[in-house]
Protein backbone atom coordinates (compact mmCIF):
# COMPACT_ATOMS: atom_id res chain seq x y z
CA UNK A 1 0.00 0.00 0.00
CA UNK A 2 1.35 3.66 -1.24
CA UNK A 3 0.56 6.93 -0.28
CA UNK A 4 2.10 10.48 -0.55
CA UNK A 5 1.84 13.39 1.36
CA UNK A 6 2.40 17.13 0.20
CA UNK A 7 4.00 20.10 2.20
CA UNK A 8 0.10 20.66 2.99
CA UNK A 9 -0.38 17.96 4.83
CA UNK A 10 -2.62 16.52 1.74
CA UNK A 11 -2.41 12.29 1.80
CA UNK A 12 -3.05 10.90 -1.82
CA UNK A 13 -5.39 8.34 -2.59
CA UNK A 14 -3.73 4.72 -1.73
CA UNK A 15 -2.50 2.88 -3.92
CA UNK A 16 -1.99 -1.32 -4.02
CA UNK A 17 1.12 -2.69 -5.61
CA UNK A 18 1.13 -6.46 -6.00
CA UNK A 19 4.88 -8.20 -5.46
CA UNK A 20 6.53 -11.15 -5.22
CA UNK A 21 9.83 -12.14 -3.86
CA UNK A 22 11.59 -15.61 -4.88
CA UNK A 23 14.51 -16.70 -3.06
CA UNK A 24 17.34 -17.66 -6.28
CA UNK A 25 18.31 -21.21 -7.16
CA UNK A 26 20.96 -22.72 -4.79
CA UNK A 27 24.22 -23.91 -7.23
CA UNK A 28 27.31 -25.23 -6.12
CA UNK A 29 30.47 -26.55 -7.94
CA UNK A 30 31.24 -29.73 -7.06
CA UNK A 31 34.45 -30.15 -9.25
CA UNK A 32 36.45 -28.43 -9.74
CA UNK A 33 37.15 -27.75 -6.39
CA UNK A 34 38.27 -24.08 -5.74
CA UNK A 35 41.66 -23.54 -6.97
CA UNK A 36 42.63 -26.91 -7.73
CA UNK A 37 43.48 -28.08 -11.39
CA UNK A 38 42.22 -30.51 -14.77
CA UNK A 39 43.96 -32.09 -17.43
CA UNK A 40 43.17 -34.61 -20.04
CA UNK A 41 39.12 -35.64 -20.26
CA UNK A 42 37.88 -33.95 -16.55
CA UNK A 43 34.57 -34.59 -14.73
CA UNK A 44 33.07 -31.49 -14.33
CA UNK A 45 29.88 -31.93 -11.72
CA UNK A 46 27.81 -29.24 -9.73
CA UNK A 47 24.70 -29.07 -8.10
CA UNK A 48 21.62 -27.02 -9.30
CA UNK A 49 18.18 -26.73 -6.91
CA UNK A 50 15.53 -24.38 -6.87
CA UNK A 51 15.04 -22.59 -3.68
CA UNK A 52 11.17 -23.17 -3.71
CA UNK A 53 8.62 -25.20 -6.18
CA UNK A 54 9.64 -23.23 -8.90
CA UNK A 55 11.10 -25.40 -11.52
CA UNK A 56 14.68 -24.57 -12.90
CA UNK A 57 14.04 -23.21 -16.80
CA UNK A 58 18.11 -22.65 -17.52
CA UNK A 59 21.28 -23.98 -16.15
CA UNK A 60 24.29 -23.34 -18.06
CA UNK A 61 27.86 -23.76 -17.38
CA UNK A 62 30.68 -21.84 -18.74
CA UNK A 63 34.23 -20.96 -19.21
CA UNK A 64 37.36 -18.60 -19.57
CA UNK A 65 40.90 -17.70 -19.49
CA UNK A 66 42.01 -14.32 -17.96
CA UNK A 67 39.47 -11.65 -18.24
CA UNK A 68 37.88 -12.99 -21.57
CA UNK A 69 34.42 -13.71 -22.67
CA UNK A 70 32.85 -16.58 -21.04
CA UNK A 71 32.70 -19.65 -23.54
CA UNK A 72 29.29 -21.71 -23.48
CA UNK A 73 29.69 -25.47 -22.87
CA UNK A 74 27.52 -27.98 -24.26
CA UNK A 75 26.10 -29.13 -21.24
CA UNK A 76 22.63 -31.54 -21.33
CA UNK A 77 20.66 -29.08 -18.45
CA UNK A 78 18.93 -31.80 -17.21
CA UNK A 79 22.14 -33.63 -16.15
CA UNK A 80 24.56 -32.67 -13.38
CA UNK A 81 27.96 -33.28 -14.62
CA UNK A 82 29.85 -33.03 -18.03
CA UNK A 83 32.60 -34.75 -19.21
CA UNK A 84 35.30 -32.19 -21.02
CA UNK A 85 38.12 -32.76 -23.18
CA UNK A 86 40.53 -30.05 -21.61
CA UNK A 87 43.86 -31.75 -23.39
CA UNK A 88 44.49 -28.91 -25.96
CA UNK A 89 44.48 -25.89 -23.09
CA UNK A 90 47.36 -24.05 -22.54
CA UNK A 91 48.97 -24.67 -19.29
CA UNK A 92 47.68 -21.96 -16.74
CA UNK A 93 46.43 -20.96 -13.20
CA UNK A 94 43.60 -18.10 -14.37
CA UNK A 95 40.89 -19.82 -15.45
CA UNK A 96 37.22 -19.51 -14.53
CA UNK A 97 34.31 -21.64 -14.21
CA UNK A 98 30.69 -20.17 -13.99
CA UNK A 99 27.61 -21.79 -13.18
CA UNK A 100 24.25 -20.17 -13.66
CA UNK A 101 20.61 -21.14 -13.40
CA UNK A 102 16.93 -19.45 -13.14
CA UNK A 103 13.50 -20.06 -12.37
CA UNK A 104 11.97 -17.61 -14.41
CA UNK A 105 12.29 -15.30 -11.72
CA UNK A 106 15.52 -15.06 -9.86
CA UNK A 107 18.94 -15.75 -10.76
CA UNK A 108 21.59 -16.97 -9.60
CA UNK A 109 25.86 -17.76 -10.72
CA UNK A 110 28.45 -19.75 -9.15
CA UNK A 111 32.12 -19.43 -10.16
CA UNK A 112 35.34 -21.66 -9.61
CA UNK A 113 38.94 -20.91 -10.37
CA UNK A 114 41.31 -23.50 -11.72
CA UNK A 115 44.22 -24.14 -13.07
CA UNK A 116 45.38 -26.22 -16.20
CA UNK A 117 47.97 -28.57 -15.48
CA UNK A 118 49.54 -31.05 -17.29
CA UNK A 119 53.68 -31.21 -15.65
CA UNK A 120 54.04 -33.78 -12.56
CA UNK A 121 55.23 -32.79 -9.25
CA UNK A 122 58.73 -33.72 -8.28
CA UNK A 123 59.94 -34.96 -4.74
CA UNK A 124 63.38 -32.97 -3.89
CA UNK A 125 64.42 -34.66 -0.81
CA UNK A 126 63.49 -37.72 1.10
CA UNK A 127 65.08 -39.31 4.38
CA UNK A 128 64.87 -42.26 6.64
CA UNK A 129 65.43 -41.48 10.17
CA UNK A 130 66.85 -44.90 10.30
CA UNK A 131 67.52 -47.01 7.61
CA UNK A 132 67.95 -50.48 10.15
CA UNK A 133 65.28 -50.85 12.69
CA UNK A 134 65.53 -53.20 15.48
CA UNK A 135 62.57 -54.32 17.86
CA UNK A 136 61.60 -51.53 19.24
CA UNK A 137 62.66 -49.27 16.61
CA UNK A 138 59.56 -47.01 14.00
CA UNK A 139 60.31 -46.29 10.73
CA UNK A 140 59.92 -42.53 10.38
CA UNK A 141 60.82 -40.64 6.74
CA UNK A 142 60.38 -36.75 5.79
CA UNK A 143 61.00 -35.32 2.80
CA UNK A 144 59.62 -32.45 0.38
CA UNK A 145 58.37 -32.27 -2.71
CA UNK A 146 57.42 -29.30 -5.69
CA UNK A 147 55.63 -28.35 -8.04
CA UNK A 148 55.41 -25.09 -10.10
CA UNK A 149 52.07 -25.09 -11.01
CA UNK A 150 48.99 -26.19 -9.61
CA UNK A 151 50.89 -26.95 -6.34
CA UNK A 152 51.35 -30.39 -4.18
CA UNK A 153 48.29 -31.89 -2.89
CA UNK A 154 49.27 -34.86 -1.25
CA UNK A 155 52.18 -37.17 -0.67
CA UNK A 156 51.93 -40.63 -1.04
CA UNK A 157 54.45 -43.90 0.23
CA UNK A 158 54.37 -47.45 -0.43
CA UNK A 159 56.90 -50.22 1.78
CA UNK A 160 57.60 -53.27 -0.60
CA UNK A 161 59.04 -56.22 0.62
CA UNK A 162 62.33 -56.85 -1.75
CA UNK A 163 61.84 -60.66 -1.62
CA UNK A 164 58.46 -60.54 -3.39
CA UNK A 165 59.25 -58.10 -6.32
CA UNK A 166 55.78 -57.13 -6.61
CA UNK A 167 54.43 -54.49 -8.59
CA UNK A 168 53.19 -51.71 -7.07
CA UNK A 169 49.26 -51.90 -7.04
CA UNK A 170 46.96 -49.05 -6.38
CA UNK A 171 46.05 -50.25 -3.44
CA UNK A 172 49.62 -49.91 -2.00
CA UNK A 173 50.08 -46.57 -1.32
CA UNK A 174 49.43 -44.92 2.05
CA UNK A 175 49.11 -40.91 2.08
CA UNK A 176 52.10 -39.10 4.11
CA UNK A 177 51.51 -36.24 6.63
CA UNK A 178 51.84 -33.00 4.93
CA UNK A 179 53.46 -30.95 7.82
CA UNK A 180 54.06 -27.42 5.44
CA UNK A 181 52.52 -25.98 1.84
CA UNK A 182 49.64 -28.29 1.07
CA UNK A 183 48.48 -27.16 -2.39
CA UNK A 184 51.88 -25.06 -2.60
CA UNK A 185 54.85 -25.34 -4.99
CA UNK A 186 57.06 -26.15 -2.29
CA UNK A 187 55.68 -29.03 0.19
CA UNK A 188 57.10 -30.80 3.12
CA UNK A 189 56.05 -33.94 4.38
CA UNK A 190 56.55 -36.56 6.59
CA UNK A 191 55.78 -40.15 6.86
CA UNK A 192 55.70 -42.63 10.16
CA UNK A 193 54.44 -46.37 10.04
CA UNK A 194 54.25 -48.09 13.15
CA UNK A 195 53.42 -51.39 12.36
CA UNK A 196 55.95 -54.57 12.91
CA UNK A 197 57.59 -56.21 10.40
CA UNK A 198 59.33 -58.94 9.94
CA UNK A 199 62.93 -58.91 9.51
CA UNK A 200 64.26 -58.88 6.17
CA UNK A 201 65.18 -55.92 3.43
CA UNK A 202 62.07 -53.15 2.14
CA UNK A 203 62.36 -50.64 0.00
CA UNK A 204 60.09 -47.77 0.71
CA UNK A 205 58.99 -45.78 -2.08
CA UNK A 206 57.31 -42.12 -2.28
CA UNK A 207 55.75 -39.73 -4.84
CA UNK A 208 54.09 -36.50 -4.97
CA UNK A 209 50.90 -35.90 -6.12
CA UNK A 210 49.70 -32.34 -7.87
CA UNK A 211 46.06 -30.47 -8.13
CA UNK A 212 45.39 -32.00 -11.20
CA UNK A 213 46.56 -35.26 -10.20
CA UNK A 214 49.58 -35.93 -12.07
CA UNK A 215 52.26 -38.14 -10.21
CA UNK A 216 55.72 -37.38 -9.60
CA UNK A 217 58.38 -39.78 -10.70
CA UNK A 218 59.07 -42.15 -7.44
CA UNK A 219 61.69 -42.18 -5.11
CA UNK A 220 62.95 -44.62 -2.89
CA UNK A 221 64.80 -45.83 0.23
CA UNK A 222 66.08 -49.92 1.20
CA UNK A 223 65.28 -50.72 4.88
CA UNK A 224 66.49 -53.70 6.82
CA UNK A 225 64.41 -55.11 9.94
CA UNK A 226 66.50 -56.66 12.05
CA UNK A 227 64.91 -57.89 15.24
CA UNK A 228 66.84 -61.00 16.50
CA UNK A 229 69.92 -60.90 18.61
CA UNK A 230 73.09 -61.89 17.67
CA UNK A 231 74.88 -65.25 18.92
CA UNK A 232 78.20 -65.65 20.00
CA UNK A 233 79.54 -68.85 17.37
CA UNK A 234 81.91 -71.34 18.31
CA UNK A 235 84.74 -71.12 19.96
CA UNK A 236 87.50 -73.43 21.58
CA UNK A 237 88.76 -73.37 25.75
CA UNK A 238 91.63 -74.93 26.16
CA UNK A 239 92.31 -75.75 30.35
CA UNK A 240 94.83 -78.35 31.44
CA UNK A 241 94.80 -80.36 28.46
CA UNK A 242 90.83 -80.38 28.18
CA UNK A 243 89.14 -78.71 25.17
CA UNK A 244 85.34 -77.20 25.60
CA UNK A 245 84.26 -76.44 22.22
CA UNK A 246 80.72 -75.24 21.99
CA UNK A 247 79.69 -75.26 17.64
CA UNK A 248 77.38 -72.96 16.52
CA UNK A 249 74.04 -74.37 18.26
CA UNK A 250 75.31 -74.16 21.71
CA UNK A 251 76.40 -77.99 21.82
CA UNK A 252 79.46 -78.30 24.21
CA UNK A 253 81.69 -81.13 23.11
CA UNK A 254 84.33 -81.72 26.04
CA UNK A 255 87.60 -83.88 24.96
Not at 17 to 37: C, E, H, Q, S
Not at 111 to 125: E, N, R
Not at 199 to 208: C, F, H, M, N
Amino acid sequence: RLTATDAAGNTSPVTIVDGMYDDPPVLTILNPKPFRALKGVALVSWSAKSANSRPLQKVSLSYRKGNGAFISLPIDPTQDHYSWDVSSFAQGKDYELKLSATDGIASATAVADFSIDTVPPTVTSFTVAHPVLGPRDVLRASGSAADSLSGVEYVEFSLQDTATHSPIKDSDWNTALITKGFLATATDFSITYPTQLNDGTYQLVVRAVDAAGNNSPTVSKNITVDTTPPHIGSFTITEGGAHVLPDNQGVVSVY
